[in-house]
């Protein structure tokens, strides 16, 4: 489900995460000083993380990556950039989809992201970081896996801002790397079938970017210095190796789909409407326009439209899943319920889908049911804060007070918000069995927050 109107998202990281000390104590350095009061956020919709997944899945493939493992996860900020911070994300600002022409250019930005994974870059600056007793910088870095649930009034999603000295050291890639990056991701692409071209076009955007002050540069050049010599590089390999790419149609379509989504949600539904019509593809025309319909309240023109795009792709559980959203959003339960459970039969191991289902549930006064479905969604996305939430609320309705406790703690350490998740631990280790393995997650979160205070103590 993507929210609208500037409410945040959720982010999963360090997926083999057994528990919550194992993520909090790793960023208890300095993390309270070092982040900013200026957050980002995730935008979480499992219709765009799956397009973009499809997008990357040959890129990272070729990158020799588990493409099941690497995810692609959209931030929501309006400038043109992308990083990485481990092995198992790649983040890409909204503004940056929004803003390249191709598939090609954005499989691009993921292969060349890709490389740093693979070439090892990243494991390199960690490891200097280390050596360099820059414990500031990487608690800030490794911040963004402890803190990017959400918090504050906008539940922003990753807890480092764009003033963070250390955090964009910690991103910064040099020459070297950057024109690695840039050989491997252009093999990437030829080996995937994919056109170099859109490597080219990705560097051509940025040209005359080196003659600029690094403060009027875009922040992607601040990350990833660009030359003139890796552009000529990029049409010298696409020169000799030549382009033996044919067109895909599948990855146009996940790349209008995902773009026309975004610009859904992110600009007025007036210019949504009017662009929509450009639309090659019937459904995705549709679902924009159903969007910018219930931005506007119309929920009759919505649902219409968007039955229209079901129309076209009635096994969609994504569509499925908008459609949930927008009657959920409107109070209609029984009917958000319905559809709701559709996505969920056509997808059953979709996370963020297995969320809004049991919100509908627990919506429609079925707590019990919610939370069997929440705790699904919960072993498949472990940090989403909103997820936690609603669990807590099912847990209270059900009278089981010590998981609600207990859920409302992980989900305050999730956040960063140490005091807060320490005092629910210590209810839910009162109300829970003692010795029982919710007790000790619950003890978990508590000698987390109790090594938080000394460290801000000290």
Same mark, same amino acid.
């Given at each position: ?12 990281? @360090? ?24 957050? @980002?956020? #995730? ?17 990272? =493939?070729a990158a020799g990556l ?9 931030? +929501? ?58 414990? /500031? ?13 959400? %918090? ?9 801002g764009t003033q963070?000295?250390?955090?964009? /050291? ?5 020459? %070297? ?10 093999? !990437? ?25 690094? %403060? +009027? &540069?875009? *922040? ?23 382009? &033996? ?23 007025? *539904? ?15 025309? #549709? ?18 439209? #968007? +039955? ?11 569509? !499925? ?8 959003? +409107?109070?209609? $339960? ?13 997808? *059953? ?7 809004? !289902? ?42 089981? =007070?010590?998981?609600?406790? @207990?859920?409302?703690?992980?989900? !305050? ?19 829970? *069995?003692?010795?029982?393995?919710? $007790? ?5 979160? @508590? ?5 938080? &205070? ?5």
């Amino acid at each position: 489900m993507l929210i609208s109107h500037g409410a945040a998202m959720f982010i999963d990281r @360090l997926n083999r995460l057994a528990s919550i000390p194992a993520l909090v104590l790793s960023t208890l350095f300095l993390v309270a000083s070092a982040l900013p009061s200026a957050a @980002l956020g #995730l935008l979480r919709d499992a219709d765009i993380e799956h397009g973009l997944s499809k997008l990357a899945a040959p890129v990272l =493939t070729a990158a020799g990556l588990n493409a099941k493992r690497v995810r692609v996860l959209v931030v +929501n900020d309006a400038s043109f950039n992308a990083f990485v911070v481990d092995s198992q994300t790649i983040f890409v600002n909204y503004g940056l989809i929004l803003k390249v022409t191709s598939p090609e250019m954005l499989q691009a930005v993921i292969g060349h992201e890709a490389a740093h994974i693979a070439n090892g870059h990243l494991s390199r600056r960690m490891q200097n970081m280390r050596s360099a007793s820059s414990i /500031s910088g990487l608690g800030v870095a490794l911040a963004v896996l402890a803190a990017a649930a959400g %918090a504050g009034e906008a539940a922003a999603g990753i807890a480092v801002g764009t003033q963070s000295a250390a955090f964009r /050291s910690f991103l910064a890639h040099t020459r %070297a790397e950057e024109s690695s990056a840039d050989r491997s991701a252009a093999g !990437y692409l030829t080996r995937a079938g994919i056109s170099p071209q859109g490597l080219v076009d990705l560097h051509q955007v940025f040209s005359g970017q080196d003659l600029l002050s690094t %403060a +009027n &540069q875009d *922040p992607y050049m601040r990350s990833h210095p660009l030359s003139r010599d890796r552009l000529r590089a990029a049409k010298a390999y696409v020169a000799s190796f030549g382009d &033996q790419s044919t067109p895909n149609a599948e990855a146009n379509y996940w790349f209008a789909r995902v773009r026309g989504k975004l610009s859904a949600f992110n600009r007025s *539904p007036k210019w949504t409407k009017r662009r929509a019509k450009e639309e090659t593809s019937k459904d995705i025309r #549709l679902m924009r326009e159903a969007v910018a319909f219930h931005r506007q309240n119309n929920l009759k023109k919505s649902l219409t439209a #968007l +039955n229209g795009a079901l129309a076209q792709r009635p096994n969609d559980a994504y569509y !499925y899943e908008l459609k949930g959203q927008i009657l959920m959003e +409107n109070r209609r $339960w029984s009917e958000a319920l319905t559809a709701y459970r559709r996505a969920v039969d056509l997808a *059953p191991s979709e996370a963020l889908i297995l969320g809004g !289902y049991g919100r509908a549930l627990l919506a429609a006064g079925q707590p019990k049911q919610a939370i069997q479905a929440m705790e699904k969604a919960r072993a498949r996305d472990f940090r989403d804060a909103r997820l936690l939430r609603d669990m807590s609320l099912a847990y209270a309705k059900t009278g089981r =007070t010590g998981m609600a406790a @207990l859920v409302t703690a992980e989900r !305050y350490a999730l956040q960063g918000r140490m005091d807060d998740a320490g005092r629910h631990a210590k209810r839910a280790s009162a109300l829970l *069995p003692r010795g029982s393995a919710t $007790w000790r997650r619950a003890q978990d979160v @508590l000698i987390a927050a109790e090594q938080y &205070q000394k460290r801000k103590n000290k």
